[in-house]
Protein backbone atom coordinates (compact mmCIF):
# COMPACT_ATOMS: atom_id res chain seq x y z
CA UNK A 1 0.00 0.00 0.00
CA UNK A 2 1.53 3.83 -1.13
CA UNK A 3 2.19 5.62 1.71
CA UNK A 4 0.90 9.10 1.79
CA UNK A 5 2.21 12.43 2.75
CA UNK A 6 0.87 15.32 3.39
CA UNK A 7 1.45 18.32 0.73
CA UNK A 8 4.34 20.33 2.21
CA UNK A 9 2.93 22.96 4.17
CA UNK A 10 3.92 26.54 2.95
CA UNK A 11 6.51 28.83 4.61
CA UNK A 12 5.62 31.12 7.68
CA UNK A 13 5.64 33.90 5.64
CA UNK A 14 2.73 32.18 3.29
CA UNK A 15 0.15 31.50 5.79
CA UNK A 16 -1.11 35.68 5.99
CA UNK A 17 -1.33 34.88 1.93
CA UNK A 18 -3.15 31.38 2.51
CA UNK A 19 -5.64 32.85 5.12
CA UNK A 20 -6.68 35.83 2.69
CA UNK A 21 -7.32 32.95 -0.23
CA UNK A 22 -9.65 31.45 2.30
CA UNK A 23 -11.19 34.22 3.11
CA UNK A 24 -12.01 34.83 -0.09
CA UNK A 25 -12.77 31.45 -1.36
CA UNK A 26 -15.52 31.42 1.45
CA UNK A 27 -16.66 34.97 0.26
CA UNK A 28 -17.24 34.15 -3.67
CA UNK A 29 -18.88 31.20 -2.26
CA UNK A 30 -21.61 32.93 -0.62
CA UNK A 31 -21.91 35.39 -3.34
CA UNK A 32 -22.34 32.49 -6.00
CA UNK A 33 -25.05 30.83 -3.34
CA UNK A 34 -26.87 34.20 -3.21
CA UNK A 35 -27.23 34.44 -6.75
CA UNK A 36 -28.52 30.57 -6.59
CA UNK A 37 -30.86 31.33 -3.63
CA UNK A 38 -31.91 34.41 -5.96
CA UNK A 39 -33.37 32.71 -8.26
CA UNK A 40 -35.11 30.07 -6.24
CA UNK A 41 -37.05 33.21 -4.55
CA UNK A 42 -38.15 34.25 -8.05
CA UNK A 43 -39.00 31.13 -8.92
CA UNK A 44 -41.01 30.64 -6.24
CA UNK A 45 -42.73 34.37 -6.51
CA UNK A 46 -43.17 33.62 -10.23
CA UNK A 47 -44.96 30.24 -9.86
CA UNK A 48 -47.01 31.43 -7.12
CA UNK A 49 -48.06 34.82 -8.98
CA UNK A 50 -48.71 32.64 -12.89
CA UNK A 51 -51.23 30.18 -10.71
CA UNK A 52 -52.65 33.87 -8.63
CA UNK A 53 -53.30 34.23 -12.96
CA UNK A 54 -50.91 37.52 -12.59
CA UNK A 55 -50.02 38.50 -16.58
CA UNK A 56 -48.38 36.79 -19.14
CA UNK A 57 -45.17 38.84 -18.33
CA UNK A 58 -44.71 36.48 -15.02
CA UNK A 59 -44.00 33.35 -17.32
CA UNK A 60 -40.50 35.14 -18.42
CA UNK A 61 -39.68 35.94 -15.31
CA UNK A 62 -40.56 31.95 -14.03
CA UNK A 63 -38.79 30.56 -17.36
CA UNK A 64 -35.91 32.84 -16.27
CA UNK A 65 -35.55 31.80 -12.39
CA UNK A 66 -35.86 28.71 -13.30
CA UNK A 67 -33.01 28.15 -15.83
CA UNK A 68 -31.12 30.52 -13.62
CA UNK A 69 -31.72 28.08 -10.92
CA UNK A 70 -30.66 24.71 -12.83
CA UNK A 71 -27.54 26.16 -14.31
CA UNK A 72 -26.56 27.52 -11.15
CA UNK A 73 -27.37 24.08 -9.81
CA UNK A 74 -25.44 22.26 -12.86
CA UNK A 75 -22.63 24.11 -12.66
CA UNK A 76 -22.02 23.73 -8.41
CA UNK A 77 -22.10 20.69 -9.04
CA UNK A 78 -19.75 20.50 -11.56
CA UNK A 79 -17.08 22.75 -9.52
CA UNK A 80 -17.69 20.77 -7.08
CA UNK A 81 -17.44 16.66 -8.03
CA UNK A 82 -13.47 18.67 -8.90
CA UNK A 83 -12.75 18.47 -5.47
CA UNK A 84 -14.91 16.34 -3.33
CA UNK A 85 -18.58 14.42 -3.53
CA UNK A 86 -21.13 16.37 -4.26
CA UNK A 87 -23.07 16.24 -0.70
CA UNK A 88 -21.26 13.37 0.41
CA UNK A 89 -22.55 11.13 -2.47
CA UNK A 90 -20.15 8.57 -3.98
CA UNK A 91 -21.27 9.54 -7.69
CA UNK A 92 -19.06 8.59 -10.49
CA UNK A 93 -16.57 10.91 -12.29
CA UNK A 94 -16.79 13.32 -8.91
CA UNK A 95 -13.99 13.97 -6.66
CA UNK A 96 -11.71 14.06 -9.50
CA UNK A 97 -8.78 15.74 -8.54
CA UNK A 98 -8.41 13.73 -5.20
CA UNK A 99 -9.02 10.13 -6.93
CA UNK A 100 -7.25 11.35 -10.36
CA UNK A 101 -4.58 12.83 -8.43
CA UNK A 102 -1.54 10.08 -9.80
CA UNK A 103 -3.61 10.55 -13.23
CA UNK A 104 -2.97 14.16 -13.29
CA UNK A 105 0.58 14.14 -11.91
CA UNK A 106 1.44 11.82 -14.60
CA UNK A 107 -0.19 14.37 -17.19
CA UNK A 108 1.57 16.86 -15.78
CA UNK A 109 4.86 15.37 -15.88
CA UNK A 110 4.69 14.55 -19.69
CA UNK A 111 3.38 18.10 -20.30
CA UNK A 112 6.47 19.52 -19.17
CA UNK A 113 8.68 16.92 -20.04
CA UNK A 114 7.21 17.31 -23.93
CA UNK A 115 6.89 21.37 -23.54
CA UNK A 116 9.10 22.37 -21.78
CA UNK A 117 12.17 20.02 -21.52
CA UNK A 118 12.39 18.99 -25.28
CA UNK A 119 15.93 19.78 -27.03
CA UNK A 120 14.60 22.06 -29.62
CA UNK A 121 12.40 23.96 -26.83
CA UNK A 122 15.54 24.52 -24.67
CA UNK A 123 18.10 25.41 -27.31
CA UNK A 124 15.89 27.77 -28.84
CA UNK A 125 15.28 29.67 -25.18
CA UNK A 126 18.65 29.01 -24.48
CA UNK A 127 20.00 31.00 -27.81
CA UNK A 128 17.55 33.82 -27.73
CA UNK A 129 18.36 34.43 -23.48
CA UNK A 130 21.86 34.78 -24.87
CA UNK A 131 23.60 33.04 -21.79
CA UNK A 132 27.27 34.14 -22.78
CA UNK A 133 26.37 38.16 -22.84
CA UNK A 134 24.25 38.57 -19.79
CA UNK A 135 26.73 36.64 -17.56
CA UNK A 136 29.81 38.59 -19.27
CA UNK A 137 28.11 41.72 -18.09
CA UNK A 138 27.37 40.33 -14.81
CA UNK A 139 31.21 39.23 -14.39
CA UNK A 140 32.52 42.37 -15.81
CA UNK A 141 31.46 44.45 -12.62
CA UNK A 142 33.44 44.68 -9.89
CA UNK A 143 30.29 44.00 -6.89
CA UNK A 144 29.26 40.57 -8.41
CA UNK A 145 32.93 39.35 -9.57
CA UNK A 146 33.79 40.35 -5.34
CA UNK A 147 30.29 38.38 -4.90
CA UNK A 148 31.33 35.49 -7.22
CA UNK A 149 35.45 35.20 -5.63
CA UNK A 150 34.13 35.29 -2.19
CA UNK A 151 31.63 32.48 -2.94
CA UNK A 152 34.48 29.94 -4.94
CA UNK A 153 36.18 31.01 -1.72
CA UNK A 154 33.89 29.43 0.78
CA UNK A 155 33.78 26.44 -1.25
CA UNK A 156 37.36 26.28 -1.33
CA UNK A 157 37.68 26.60 2.57
CA UNK A 158 34.63 23.94 2.95
CA UNK A 159 36.41 21.14 0.43
CA UNK A 160 40.13 22.16 2.21
CA UNK A 161 38.33 21.34 5.84
CA UNK A 162 36.18 18.56 4.53
CA UNK A 163 39.26 16.35 3.10
CA UNK A 164 41.30 14.59 5.78
CA UNK A 165 45.24 15.30 6.24
CA UNK A 166 46.25 11.62 5.91
CA UNK A 167 44.40 10.94 2.91
CA UNK A 168 45.07 14.21 0.68
CA UNK A 169 48.67 13.62 2.15
CA UNK A 170 48.89 10.09 0.71
CA UNK A 171 47.37 11.13 -2.41
CA UNK A 172 50.31 13.38 -2.80
CA UNK A 173 52.70 10.96 -2.37
CA UNK A 174 52.17 7.89 -3.86
CA UNK A 175 50.17 9.52 -6.91
CA UNK A 176 52.14 12.65 -6.91
CA UNK A 177 55.69 12.95 -5.67
CA UNK A 178 56.17 9.10 -6.55
CA UNK A 179 55.46 9.61 -10.12
CA UNK A 180 58.07 12.34 -10.18
CA UNK A 181 60.49 10.59 -8.04
CA UNK A 182 60.62 7.28 -9.34
CA UNK A 183 61.39 8.38 -12.83
CA UNK A 184 64.94 8.76 -14.32
CA UNK A 185 66.00 12.50 -13.67
CA UNK A 186 69.20 12.16 -15.51
CA UNK A 187 67.78 12.74 -19.31
CA UNK A 188 65.07 14.88 -18.63
CA UNK A 189 67.40 17.17 -16.75
CA UNK A 190 69.94 16.50 -19.77
CA UNK A 191 67.76 18.01 -21.92
CA UNK A 192 66.57 21.00 -20.14
CA UNK A 193 70.47 21.96 -19.74
CA UNK A 194 71.11 20.99 -22.97
CA UNK A 195 68.49 23.60 -24.00
CA UNK A 196 69.47 26.28 -21.55
CA UNK A 197 73.41 25.91 -23.02
CA UNK A 198 72.20 26.15 -26.30
CA UNK A 199 70.32 29.54 -26.08
CA UNK A 200 72.79 30.77 -23.57
CA UNK A 201 71.00 31.75 -20.66
CA UNK A 202 73.53 30.00 -18.22
CA UNK A 203 76.24 33.35 -19.01
CA UNK A 204 74.68 35.40 -16.78
CA UNK A 205 75.87 32.82 -14.05
CA UNK A 206 78.76 32.38 -15.43
CA UNK A 207 79.38 35.84 -15.47
CA UNK A 208 78.54 36.27 -11.52
CA UNK A 209 80.77 33.41 -10.44
CA UNK A 210 83.98 35.04 -12.89
CA UNK A 211 83.48 38.26 -10.81
CA UNK A 212 82.92 36.57 -7.46
CA UNK A 213 86.12 34.56 -8.32
CA UNK A 214 87.72 37.44 -9.07
CA UNK A 215 86.66 39.40 -5.84
CA UNK A 216 87.59 36.45 -3.74
CA UNK A 217 91.31 36.52 -4.96
CA UNK A 218 91.62 40.38 -4.80
CA UNK A 219 90.79 40.75 -1.62
CA UNK A 220 92.47 37.39 0.06
CA UNK A 221 95.82 38.55 -1.09
CA UNK A 222 97.34 37.24 2.76
CA UNK A 223 95.45 33.62 2.14
CA UNK A 224 97.15 33.25 -1.13
CA UNK A 225 100.76 34.31 0.29
CA UNK A 226 100.39 31.83 3.06
CA UNK A 227 99.53 28.95 0.86
CA UNK A 228 102.83 29.58 -1.49
CA UNK A 229 104.69 29.66 1.86
CA UNK A 230 103.05 26.50 3.34
CA UNK A 231 103.82 25.08 0.26
CA UNK A 232 107.50 25.85 -0.64
CA UNK A 233 110.35 23.71 0.71
CA UNK A 234 112.27 24.54 4.75
CA UNK A 235 115.32 24.78 2.82
CA UNK A 236 113.80 28.20 0.75
CA UNK A 237 114.90 31.51 2.18
CA UNK A 238 111.68 33.51 3.56
CA UNK A 239 112.24 36.60 0.93
CA UNK A 240 112.58 33.87 -2.02
CA UNK A 241 109.15 32.51 -0.72
CA UNK A 242 107.61 35.91 -0.71
CA UNK A 243 108.44 36.72 -4.39
CA UNK A 244 107.21 33.77 -5.67
CA UNK A 245 103.66 34.02 -3.74
CA UNK A 246 103.53 37.64 -5.08
CA UNK A 247 104.38 36.22 -8.41
CA UNK A 248 101.49 33.50 -8.47
CA UNK A 249 99.10 35.62 -6.68
CA UNK A 250 99.86 38.06 -9.44
CA UNK A 251 98.88 35.73 -11.69
CA UNK A 252 96.05 34.24 -10.39
CA UNK A 253 94.62 37.77 -10.30
CA UNK A 254 95.57 38.23 -14.00
CA UNK A 255 94.09 35.42 -14.67
CA UNK A 256 90.61 36.06 -13.09
CA UNK A 257 90.27 39.15 -13.90
CA UNK A 258 90.93 37.92 -17.94
CA UNK A 259 87.96 35.49 -17.56
CA UNK A 260 86.08 38.02 -16.01
CA UNK A 261 86.52 40.25 -18.38
CA UNK A 262 87.15 38.02 -21.46
CA UNK A 263 83.78 36.74 -22.88
CA UNK A 264 85.42 34.68 -25.19
CA UNK A 265 88.40 33.38 -23.47
CA UNK A 266 89.24 29.91 -23.51
CA UNK A 267 88.31 29.18 -19.83
CA UNK A 268 85.05 29.94 -20.63
CA UNK A 269 84.97 28.36 -24.12
CA UNK A 270 86.31 25.47 -22.44
CA UNK A 271 83.20 25.49 -19.59
CA UNK A 272 80.45 26.19 -21.87
CA UNK A 273 81.66 22.66 -23.86
CA UNK A 274 82.25 20.96 -20.13
CA UNK A 275 78.44 21.90 -19.69
CA UNK A 276 76.93 21.01 -23.11
CA UNK A 277 79.03 17.72 -23.08
CA UNK A 278 77.88 17.14 -19.45
CA UNK A 279 74.09 18.08 -20.73
CA UNK A 280 74.73 15.27 -23.60
CA UNK A 281 75.82 12.36 -20.73
CA UNK A 282 73.21 13.18 -19.28
CA UNK A 283 70.83 12.25 -21.38
CA UNK A 284 72.92 9.27 -23.15
CA UNK A 285 75.52 8.14 -21.40
CA UNK A 286 74.49 5.52 -18.73
CA UNK A 287 77.54 5.75 -16.03
CA UNK A 288 76.19 9.44 -16.06
CA UNK A 289 72.59 8.79 -15.73
CA UNK A 290 73.41 6.40 -13.33
CA UNK A 291 75.58 8.47 -10.76
CA UNK A 292 72.88 11.38 -11.51
CA UNK A 293 70.06 8.66 -9.90
CA UNK A 294 72.41 8.21 -6.73
CA UNK A 295 72.69 11.87 -6.30
CA UNK A 296 68.85 11.84 -6.48
CA UNK A 297 68.30 9.28 -4.15
CA UNK A 298 70.82 10.70 -1.26
CA UNK A 299 68.89 14.22 -2.29
CA UNK A 300 65.10 12.39 -1.59
CA UNK A 301 66.91 10.42 1.32
CA UNK A 302 67.50 13.17 2.97
CA UNK A 303 65.65 13.91 6.56
CA UNK A 304 65.06 17.86 5.63
CA UNK A 305 63.86 16.19 2.07
CA UNK A 306 61.54 13.64 3.34
CA UNK A 307 60.39 15.94 6.20
CA UNK A 308 59.78 18.64 3.20
CA UNK A 309 57.62 15.76 1.22
CA UNK A 310 55.65 15.17 4.14
CA UNK A 311 54.70 18.37 5.09
CA UNK A 312 53.72 19.75 1.61
CA UNK A 313 50.34 19.14 1.86
CA UNK A 314 50.15 21.48 5.66
CA UNK A 315 51.92 23.88 4.14
CA UNK A 316 49.78 23.68 0.76
CA UNK A 317 46.61 23.76 2.85
CA UNK A 318 47.72 26.62 5.11
CA UNK A 319 48.41 28.85 2.31
CA UNK A 320 45.50 28.23 0.58
CA UNK A 321 43.51 28.86 3.55
CA UNK A 322 45.31 32.06 4.31
CA UNK A 323 44.57 33.13 0.51
CA UNK A 324 40.75 32.39 0.38
CA UNK A 325 40.18 33.67 3.57
CA UNK A 326 41.53 37.11 2.96
CA UNK A 327 39.90 39.52 0.46
CA UNK A 328 43.35 41.16 -0.01
CA UNK A 329 45.37 38.66 -1.02
CA UNK A 330 46.93 37.88 -3.93
CA UNK A 331 44.94 34.83 -5.14
CA UNK A 332 41.67 36.41 -4.33
CA UNK A 333 42.96 39.18 -6.59
CA UNK A 334 43.57 37.36 -9.45
CA UNK A 335 40.46 35.16 -9.14
CA UNK A 336 38.51 38.74 -9.12
CA UNK A 337 40.83 40.39 -12.08
CA UNK A 338 40.48 37.00 -13.82
CA UNK A 339 36.44 37.41 -13.38
CA UNK A 340 36.74 40.67 -14.79
CA UNK A 341 38.32 39.83 -17.23
CA UNK A 342 36.44 37.28 -18.59
CA UNK A 343 32.84 38.61 -18.53
CA UNK A 344 33.90 41.51 -20.56
CA UNK A 345 35.28 39.60 -23.04
CA UNK A 346 32.06 37.27 -23.32
CA UNK A 347 30.72 40.73 -24.11
CA UNK A 348 32.92 41.94 -26.54
CA UNK A 349 34.76 38.66 -28.11
CA UNK A 350 31.35 37.08 -30.39
CA UNK A 351 33.33 34.17 -31.15
CA UNK A 352 34.11 33.35 -27.53
CA UNK A 353 30.50 34.14 -26.45
CA UNK A 354 29.39 31.54 -29.66
CA UNK A 355 31.58 29.33 -28.01
CA UNK A 356 30.28 29.25 -24.83
CA UNK A 357 26.78 29.48 -25.77
CA UNK A 358 27.30 26.47 -27.60
CA UNK A 359 28.84 24.24 -24.45
CA UNK A 360 25.65 25.46 -22.59
CA UNK A 361 23.04 24.58 -25.21
CA UNK A 362 24.97 21.45 -25.77
CA UNK A 363 25.11 20.62 -22.31
CA UNK A 364 21.10 21.54 -21.36
CA UNK A 365 20.01 19.57 -24.28
CA UNK A 366 22.14 16.44 -23.13
CA UNK A 367 20.74 16.68 -19.97
CA UNK A 368 17.08 16.79 -21.37
CA UNK A 369 17.42 14.32 -24.19
CA UNK A 370 19.11 11.98 -21.44
CA UNK A 371 17.17 12.47 -17.90
CA UNK A 372 14.28 14.63 -18.73
CA UNK A 373 12.59 11.34 -17.50
CA UNK A 374 14.28 11.79 -14.77
CA UNK A 375 13.47 15.05 -13.81
CA UNK A 376 9.38 14.59 -14.76
CA UNK A 377 9.75 11.72 -12.05
CA UNK A 378 10.73 14.16 -9.78
CA UNK A 379 6.85 15.57 -10.41
CA UNK A 380 4.89 12.61 -11.14
CA UNK A 381 6.39 10.89 -7.56
CA UNK A 382 6.00 14.37 -5.38
CA UNK A 383 2.35 14.00 -6.56
CA UNK A 384 2.04 10.46 -5.66
CA UNK A 385 3.22 11.00 -2.05
CA UNK A 386 0.53 13.58 -1.66
CA UNK A 387 -2.56 13.11 0.54
CA UNK A 388 -5.39 13.16 -1.64
CA UNK A 389 -7.95 15.33 0.34
CA UNK A 390 -4.93 17.59 1.49
CA UNK A 391 -3.87 18.12 -2.90
CA UNK A 392 -7.66 19.14 -3.50
CA UNK A 393 -8.02 21.22 -0.41
CA UNK A 394 -4.84 23.26 -1.88
CA UNK A 395 -5.84 23.31 -5.64
CA UNK A 396 -9.02 24.48 -4.47
CA UNK A 397 -7.82 27.08 -2.69
CA UNK A 398 -5.41 28.42 -5.02
CA UNK A 399 -8.03 28.35 -8.09
CA UNK A 400 -11.57 27.89 -6.22
CA UNK A 401 -12.62 31.64 -6.21
CA UNK A 402 -12.23 31.49 -10.09
CA UNK A 403 -14.01 28.73 -10.35
CA UNK A 404 -16.92 30.47 -8.25
CA UNK A 405 -17.88 32.83 -11.27
CA UNK A 406 -18.43 29.95 -13.20
CA UNK A 407 -21.79 29.36 -11.06
CA UNK A 408 -22.30 32.78 -10.99
CA UNK A 409 -22.20 33.25 -14.84
CA UNK A 410 -24.23 29.68 -15.05
CA UNK A 411 -27.22 31.44 -13.18
CA UNK A 412 -26.76 34.48 -15.28
CA UNK A 413 -26.61 32.56 -18.67
CA UNK A 414 -29.13 30.04 -17.78
CA UNK A 415 -31.76 32.69 -16.77
CA UNK A 416 -31.19 34.52 -19.86
CA UNK A 417 -31.60 31.10 -22.29
CA UNK A 418 -34.31 30.27 -20.28
CA UNK A 419 -35.92 33.43 -20.92
CA UNK A 420 -35.01 33.18 -24.64
CA UNK A 421 -35.86 29.38 -24.61
CA UNK A 422 -39.70 30.50 -23.18
CA UNK A 423 -40.17 33.39 -25.37
CA UNK A 424 -39.32 31.01 -28.63
CA UNK A 425 -41.70 28.53 -27.69
CA UNK A 426 -44.61 31.51 -27.42
CA UNK A 427 -44.37 32.72 -30.57
CA UNK A 428 -43.58 29.47 -31.95
CA UNK A 429 -46.97 27.77 -29.87
Not at 61 to 89: K, Q, S, Y
Not at 136 to 162: F, H, K, Y
Not at 312 to 328: C, F, I, M, R, V
Amino acid sequence: MKQLTRVPAEPPGGLAGEEAKRRGLRKMKLVALSFLLGALVVFLLASWAESAGWPGWVGYVRAAAEAGMIGGLADWFAVTALFRHPLGLKIPHTAIIPNKKDALGSSLGDFVGSNFLAEDVVREKLRSVETSRRLGGWLAQEDNAERVTSELATVVRAAVRVLRDEDVQAVMEHAVARQIIDKPWGPPLGKLLDQVFTDGAHHKLVDLMCDRAYEWVRDNHTSMLRVVSDRAPSWSPKFVDEMLADKVYGEVLSFAWAVKTDVNHPMRLALDKFLSEFAQDLQKDPETMARAEQVKQQVIEHPEVQKLIGSAWSTAKELLLNAAEDPSSELRKRVRAGLRELGDRLVHDASLAAKVDGWVEGAAAYVVTNYSSEITTIITDTVERWDATETSRKVELQVGRDLQFIRINGTVVGALAGVAIYGIAQLLF
